[in-house]
């Protein structure tokens, strides 16, 4: 398993495996969003929870098909199914490699765009959390997606509509966490329920994703 | 005699082939009827003619949900016992569910417009519709992406088991974002609250007519897909020849 997870990571970290281009994509989203909104403040600060995980989950969505897709073409996928390793425990490893290489870089640069979004300081711990709690499971459900249209030609576009609503609970309260983080309000509430839908999605998910790779590779 | 008799293509088709025209007609009968009966209404003293969308609307919504949760039925049947009919039957049922739940989702714009004042408003009923919906376009793109049906029907049914898991997680989520504009049920098995019987029974006429109607459209669509997989089946034979 180890192996595995620093074969994917030294795979997406060396040229042409897209590391860092999430991050780069968030940056973009939010320098874009004050041109759209307005420079003002007062009309940044209320959105900016919002913006900055809208912008996680749509970056996080980018790299998404790369979990599989390359590991399909090139025949690894194969070898790795009939690997002793259950097909699971291979979902689960190349999603926390997705995560390592996606979502953590996206925690560390979350609070500089933060603070391009005139966020609050004090939001920031929540802001941090929230995406610490949430993105584990937008990797895992990623790695849903891509299980079940990993044969497709132009998967891409049918990947994100499949895998958009998935990310909707997690969206609903990662955002509200940060928002109440900003307002200074308890957040108690929806940290327990983002933390239940992680826990949910990772005790599950990968046997529904193995499942959909079983389909695929027969 | 066992219900799994029915998963065998040819006696679903013998047996359809009888029971089809009798299905078209009574929810013709009952469409129209409740349909015509729900517009003769009189109008309703605080909301005038426009409660006569409720007739359209409520069994519409009905359905929306409960084709899913068929959908769902099929699926694990497929998953579990690999009845082709079954597969096939939720595949036929996806578009009907789409359209279903888009008359519900225009309706309720039409008719929110004069009452609530506005054509959409983020309402945890409506938001959930329009995940609803979300899931019913996702779900028709996989099947009509996938060329092999055996591996588009298990992908499907996968789809469709984490789908709904998420479309009831989404609901609720969705309860704890915002609270409603939407009223509650208008018809509750539970509380003695009632609409008023001028209204409620045409309602529920129109609502059987929406189930029989959803039932005769699943059954063709049902039995298109049949012949089609025949057909292929034929050219197959032909092309090996």
């Not at chain 2, 409740?34 to 003293?45: A, E, K, Q, R």
């Not at chain 2, 959930?128 to 049906?149: H, M, N, Q």
Request: hydrophobic share 55%; aromatic share 10%.
């Amino acid at each position: 398993m180890i192996a595995l997870l620093l074969r994917d990571l030294r795979l997406a970290t060396r040229a042409g495996g897209g590391f860092g281009l999430g991050v780069a994509f968030f940056l973009i989203l939010s320098a874009l969003v004050p041109f759209g909104i307005g420079p003002d403040r007062g009309a940044l600060a209320p959105v900016a929870p919002g913006i900055l995980w809208v912008g996680a989950l749509l970056s996080c969505l980018l790299s998404l098909d790369r979990i599989f897709a390359l590991d399909h073409e090139d025949g690894s996928l194969d070898l790795l199914a009939t690997a002793p390793m259950p097909l699971e425990g291979t979902v689960a490893v190349k999603a926390l490699a997705h995560w390592i290489t996606t979502g953590l870089p996206l925690i560390l640069a979350a609070p500089v765009f933060a603070i391009l979004l005139q966020l609050p300081t004090r939001a920031m711990p929540m802001l941090i959390l929230s995406l610490l709690i949430g993105t584990p499971a937008l990797s895992m459900l990623g790695a849903f997606g891509a299980a079940v249209t990993v044969g497709l030609r132009r998967g891409g576009l049918l990947l994100s509509l499949l895998v958009l609503p998935l990310y909707i609970p997690t969206l609903i309260f990662g955002a509200e966490i940060t928002r109440r983080g900003a307002e200074s309000l308890p957040v108690t509430t929806p940290l327990v329920f983002l933390g239940g839908v992680t826990l949910l999605v990772l005790a599950l998910i990968p046997f529904a994703a193995a499942a959909a790779l079983r389909v695929n590779l027969r | 005699m066992s219900l799994w008799e029915y998963a065998n293509p040819a006696k679903f088709m013998r047996t359809t082939d009888r029971v089809l025209p009798w299905l078209v007609v009574s929810a013709a009968i009952c469409v129209t009827g409740g349909l015509v009966w729900g517009f003769l209404t009189p109008d309703d003293y605080r909301q005038g003619s426009t409660v006569k969308i409720v007739f359209l609307h409520v069994p519409a919504a009905l359905m929306a949900i409960n084709i899913w949760v068929m959908m769902l039925v099929a699926s694990l049947i497929w998953i579990i016992r690999r009845h082709h009919v079954s597969a096939l039957a939720a595949k036929a049922a996806a578009p009907i569910g789409a359209v279903m739940t888009l008359i519900a989702l225009i309706t309720g714009a039409i008719w929110g417009q004069p009452m609530w004042g506005t054509w959409w408003e983020w309402d945890p009923r409506l938001t959930s519709f329009l995940i609803l919906f979300l899931f019913y376009v996702g779900y028709i793109a996989l099947w009509s992406a996938i060329e092999d049906p055996d591996s588009a029907a298990d992908l499907t049914g996968v789809v469709c088991l984490v789908g709904s898991v998420f479309a009831l997680l989404s609901r609720y989520a969705v309860l704890f974002w915002n609270q409603g504009l939407h009223q509650g049920a208008s018809l509750s098995v539970q509380s003695g609250e009632r609409m008023a019987a001028t209204y409620r029974h045409p309602l529920y006429l129109s609502m059987i007519g929406f189930g029989l109607l959803f039932l005769a459209l699943v059954v063709i669509r049902t039995r298109t897909e049949i012949r089609k997989r025949r057909l292929a089946a034929l050219q197959a034979q032909e092309a090996r020849a």
